[in-house]
DNA sequence: ATTTCATTATACCAATCGGTATACGAGCTG
DNA sequence: CAGCTCGTATACCGATTGGTATAATGAAAT
């Protein structure tokens, strides 16, 4: 691994443990073993590192939710293959997942949260597109495909947040993938 | 108004627009319109700041939150009630509740989180309270009123950032809010 | 052997950070 | 008037902030 893969991995980390404003470039630039120079060599500015890692791992996740659409499942498969692609994602790239979740409810005033916006709105434009899409089978939902899909990815942030901080072990069971998915589509009693 | 609490108004603000970390002590006693030493006089520091806001608009949350539950509804009204004080509040303490939000998804190391901590687990001990207590009417929830209680949350959060932030007319309706809790009670399909 | 180019470090910048030592002035009390 | 307390400002602290000018490196190419 490269001194700029180094760098990102250690800016993400810090990232994650302080926060996008308290993490110092004099503090990423150490845990990489490098000095300042070296990082504003391969990245513009510590913005442009923010931005970098956006890029690289945001694509990951936007291009697993395409790969589910691309597979024309019947809706309640595709929200539940969804709902595995956000889980799964959130626990492998779980500093980078749970940046993005921090700095989503940030204020909107801080240029962490501008870069980080363009990701975020991609991926609910994509959840939206699934319940656009699912219209023929859901029958008419009075413009409420954005609610749908806040709410839908609202859910699954929060189980993320229960089950992915605590043990680690078989949390990602397909029965409570389902569990989660049935509770949105069903609500609690059922 | 009072120095003291001009200094905390101008201080929740800042905290809300820019972010706990990003806002500078400097900036606050500017808008506020004294040094720095006199906000020193009233707090003990920074994050002494932030404690007190928590600590002053808290407990004017938790207090309703005590006064719905005291008042011994069924279940489904006080889900009701729960979600109409959320809301309210929401919508009148815009900038503490929001600021909350993000310091709850906020980095765990962050000292900032760590101070709001307290004001959000006493938040969800109350709500998974509700459930358990509930217990009679909704049958076993094979220990899942914790699990409840955080979607609840997370829904009424999700919908609070859709319709508290756009238009500020009738968002606020008894309908939407009906809509809100019978989407978490009965889920998307009804 | 020399030039070239990508990469890295030394040493520094002005600005800002959170926080404070000290003193000044207003109002109350003796 | 003297003394005391409350509230406030001037002026400063050391540390750290994000960022950079400059030069030394080392390997590859000529």
Redesign the interface.
């Known amino acids: 691994m490269d001194n700029r893969e180094v760098i990102l991995q250690c800016a993400l980390e810090l990232f994650?443990?302080?926060?996008y404003?308290?993490a110092g470039v004099q503090e990423i630039v150490e845990m990489a073993g490098i000095t300042k120079p070296t990082m504003y060599y391969y990245y513009k500015s510590k913005l442009g590192l923010l931005e970098a890692l956006i890029e690289e791992k945001g694509e990951l996740l936007l291009h697993r939710i395409l790969e589910v659409q691309s597979k024309k499942l019947r809706f309640e498969e595709q929200l539940y293959q969804l709902a595995k692609v956000y889980l799964d994602f959130g626990r492998r790239e779980h500093y980078f997942y749970?940046l993005m979740?921090?700095l989503?409810?940030?204020?909107?005033?801080?240029e962490a949260h501008k870069a980080a916006m363009p990701f975020i709105s991609r991926q609910y434009e994509l959840i939206i597109d699934t319940f656009v899409r699912a219209g023929d089978y859901?029958g008419n939902m009075n413009g409420r495909q954005?609610?749908?899909a806040?709410?839908f990815?609202?859910?699954i942030?929060?189980?993320m947040?229960?089950y992915n901080e605590k043990s680690t072990e078989n949390m990602l069971s397909d029965e409570k993938i389902y569990a989660v998915v049935h509770?949105?589509?069903?609500?609690?009693?059922?």
């Open positions: 994650y443990r302080r926060g404003d308290a749970f979740l921090g989503m409810y940030s204020s909107t005033e801080s859901l954005e609610q749908f806040i709410g990815l609202g859910v942030n929060c189980y947040m229960v509770q949105f589509l069903h609500g609690i009693y059922s």
